[in-house]
């Protein structure tokens, strides 16, 4: 039973709960209009103490889709943080007002607060550099939609690969599965952290092989999953120049993948994939963000506890 | 009739319209699904000037549980304001887009001047430091439901009764009603205004005492009222660091209390009620908060004449 | 068929289309309860990257009252675009949530980019100095409801005719239907520009005169579409104080109107229409913004393809 839980960290819900979620996705994708009046009644509060607009219309169509209503904030400065408020008080007086909150903030750990205060269930929708679980179960759900199963891949993860939170969440999440390999590539500066090696790969026994260049191992990847240079992790200037441009996906790197490889990006991309790999039928980026939507109906259904 | 009147200053309603307006929410809060499409069609427009998302949020899921909807801003950047044009112009605008305005603004008076020209209805939901009608009727729906009614209470009203716009418009209201005292718990610089104990206190011969100690009085209270000591309302740094934590409800204190007191705050707080208050029974001020949104519920139902 | 169109320039669509949409709107004023249901399921995406609460509130209510939901932005800095994305890559990923967007951008054409990579309709609801064509649907849609056809009047355009964009477009648009006359009234810095007299009005045989007095025209005019002078469209401060108050409409100057003059502003206003004008029934404008309303639940039941 998933009604009334709250999800803070991706590994919060067992193989089982997911398998419940996605399989409801399924259904919520072949029959949507089934589900378009079962939140009817219910209300989404999405408080988004740091812009994204894209995670937010994801939750928020999620939920409008499911027959629900939203209300919410885009910006710290619209809430009553600026009067001195805690998040716990702020949690508590949303709970009075809406049946499910989703929340975004700098600081890591802000949501498992707000969770331990909240009568009404509490998403993580990113805290910090720490945690994006709905970002996991949108790239869990789409490998599953696409390649059938979570087991049995190898799968390339390509980029910042030290402070990409979504990666480190990924490489865990997938680490459940059965026979699943990793293949690293980063440039030296933004390698793995040590203890995803240790207390994840080794620990659980999982094959996994660092790399420098996205040429020399892409022909043995199932699954290539890119992730963006983000600027703003950057010591200096002059490093972030030197690097950004290292690892870019372009047409003549795609043809030496194998035909059936799925790309996947969390988004938004600056120049890491090139324009014309969108057309190839093997970029799943676009279809990932339409399972984000649906995923995240999914776990509000759940959580809501009108599925 | 209340349908197509606009509230701007509490005491706009006669009791017997108060009283309409807290049946209609008794009976919403015990059939919410009765009422949870009777606003179909019907769109409030949220404008708020001046950020306070509790307050929107408020407005927005009451509307929504009536089955409505919302647009609105919360930022006074985003609006045509900066294109100079009168709040009368925008009120006309908006009344042709919604059914229902609620308007908050730095501005004491610009609530006012809006009803003048509106079409549709219009609440003040907070001008400056001036009004601010649905934290009143927040605030009687609660003690009415809480105590049975609105009469021969012993009120205590402690922290900045200068300045705090809740706490004069809360003495007026209950003034209205039968038997009741007040006890003015402040130090001398935000003690209450001589014009509220001159016209509203005295001359209805109503019963009062100023205190400067809560622990003083509080074995005498049935409710007890705190308020925020507003940083902004302070005209030094200095005074504000002195006098802030003068007026805080702790356990130690709340021990002398009557054991059916109730506490309310119209909150946001900052620390004058310690956080170990929240678990005694007597805390009420996260109901108040739920009574908010049922108030505004019954309000607009009426405003808007669908119920 | 409009279904699955969008909407960026306001000559893309045909006059026959366009009397599609009026006949709708027409349909939709008559009878509002038959649509208020019909874009049931359907998201409308407000991408406003510029704040322009009164579009935006239009076209939200618009869809609202067609029995859609919203989700948007209204401030270009709560969006993924500080992150480095692209209008292309931004408005693929809305375009897997929502079901049409509305978009305004400061920057001439984006809204053309959007509709190259959109998978749902793009409406643009103004790009800059450049196009605003749902303005030119409310001008064409108010002249027709009240004047019964779209041909035979002479039409008086007054105040800045160089630098707005809702001018050109109502002139472009007009100049389509039959015998209808142009009077031009613009202070000398503030002509209409050369190409729109050659390439539109002459080139199509459209009778029109310059002036340079509102009052010595106004009595010719069916129609007068003041708009106002934009500070922001002047290169200094002393020439806008030297012209801004040149082409003001007041009661003087109507006094030798016609009886059944109609008075059009895109608004908003500063002091172009004197307040004593609003209560002349003459005075049409907030019906306009009405009418804006109304064409906008009309475009959209058509580009969505729900009637």
Redesign the interface.
Known sequence: MLKGKSLIDPMDFSIDELEEIFKLADDIIEN??QY?KIA??K?L?TL?YE????T???F??AM??LGG???G???P????V????TV???I???G???DIIAMRHPKEGAPKIAAMYSEVPIINAGDGGHQHPTQTLTDLLTIRKIKGNLNNSTIGICGDLKFGRTVHSLIKALSRYKNNKFILISPNELKIPNYIKKEILEKNNIDFVEAKKLEDVIENLDILYMT?V??ERFFNEEDYIRLKDSYILDKEKLELAKKDMIILHP????NEID?EVDEDERACY?KQ??F??YVRMALMAKLLGVV
């Open positions: 949507p209009e378009s009817f009644g209300i509060a988004f812009p994204s607009t894209r937010r219309f994801s928020e169509t409008l889709r209503q939203i209300v904030f885009s910006e400065n619209s809430t009553s600026s009067k001195g408020e716990a008080d702020t508590r007086v949303v009075c007002y809406a963006r983000q600027k988004l938004p991309r600056v324009y676009f963000a339409k984000g939507m």
